[in-house]
């Protein structure tokens, strides 16, 4: 099963704008690794939340297409709410 989303650039940074882009459905995230500049990005939550239902998400190398351009990464890290079921961060790692 091959993972794709569509991610932007994220402007805004901090606590209260990682609330905001929470409270809209969104999740902040970041990509890094490489020879490349690390990204702040935005995703859909419920997308990633739907996926990550499967065990291929955390081993399979994922695209990201950011601003057109297809970058393919893998699951470094994920924060969880404590206890309801959203995510609150992911990093990724450039393959």
Do not use: C, I, M, W
């Given at each position: 099963m091959a993972f794709?989303?569509?991610a932007e650039v994220r402007t805004?940074?901090?606590k209260g704008a990682s609330r905001r882009l929470r409270h809209n459905g969104q999740i902040p995230a970041i990509v890094y690794g490489g020879k490349e500049e690390p990204i702040s990005i935005v995703l859909n939550?419920?997308?990633l939340n739907n996926a990550q239902a499967h065990e291929n998400f955390y081993t399979d190398t994922i695209?990201?297409?950011i601003n057109g351009k297809?970058?393919?990464?893998?699951v470094q890290a994920m924060q969880r709410h404590p206890f309801?079921?959203?995510l609150v961060h992911i990093d990724f790692k450039r393959v």
């Open positions: 794709k989303f569509n805004s940074q901090g939550h419920d997308e695209t990201l297409v297809e970058t393919a990464v893998k309801k079921p959203k």
